[in-house]
């Protein structure tokens, strides 16, 4: 069973070598994380020798993800193979402590263990996972206005991120200035190296030039995060 201990003992010659190792004792103790093959070449004084190969079944638990890295807010599954029954720790961010799989949800970097019993060994295996969590950007968009008379312009500028797409256009830059003929929603994601990302909506709203081109009111934009992808 995994993390248990097997001797390996060849008799019949003078000199033993094994391998994987190259131990040149007549038994080796050996703890393998997974079944392998070991094999002993035994040789006498006068240089004749023979070989041995034998086969050591280690029976495991494992334990899987469907992505060890995730962004803030989002979930990965893990899933727990070789065993019968399965405990999961922590619990606090996980969808439930037992079963074959369960959804993860971490605030932050976190270490799942995944106990279980395997048929044929005695005791409790243990397997651990770390799921690496990215934040995502805290973006904010800044307009010079966001209430316009038909045919003026207004810049708008995002900040928090790595890199931005503006939609409708897709421009890639940090600043647009549209000229809308209609009240428009501009958006923008703004994403990070590890491809975490957040998206703002400005709505921008247009007035006919009967306006005297002034837009009327004051307008505060607040902006939040409202939006996760990879």
């Not at 019993?117 to 770390?130: A, K, L, N, Y």
Request: with cysteine; hydrophobic share 30%; charged share 0%.
């Amino acid at each position: 069973c995994m993390g248990q201990t097997a001797t390996l003992t060849a008799t019949g010659a003078t000199n033993y070598t094994w391998s994987p190792g190259g131990a040149t004792t007549s038994s080796i103790n050996v703890s393998p994380s997974s079944t392998i093959y070991y094999s002993v070449v035994g040789t006498y004084t006068d240089g004749c020798s023979a070989g041995q190969i034998e086969l050591l079944i280690v029976y495991s638990a494992a334990i899987s993800a469907t992505s060890t890295t995730v962004c803030a807010g989002q979930s990965t599954v893990l899933t727990g193979t070789g065993g019968s029954t399965y405990t999961w720790s922590p619990s606090g961010s996980l969808s439930g402590s037992t079963g074959t799989s369960v959804t993860a949800s971490p605030t932050a970097t976190t270490v799942y263990t995944m106990s279980t019993t395997v048929s044929g060994c005695t005791g409790i295996i243990t397997e651990t996972i770390s799921i690496v969590v990215n934040p995502v950007p805290i973006l904010t968009v800044t307009p010079t206005s966001t209430v316009l008379c038909t045919g003026s312009s207004t810049t708008l500028t995002a900040s928090g991120a790595t890199n931005y797409t503006w939609m409708p256009g897709g421009a890639t830059t940090t600043s647009i200035s549209p000229t809308p003929s209609v009240s428009t929603t501009y958006s923008v994601t703004g994403s990070y190296t590890t491809g975490c990302a957040s998206l703002v909506a400005i709505p921008v709203s247009v007035y006919p030039t009967s306006c005297g081109g002034t837009a009327p009111g004051t307008y505060t934009l607040t902006t939040s995060l409202n939006y996760t992808t990879t």
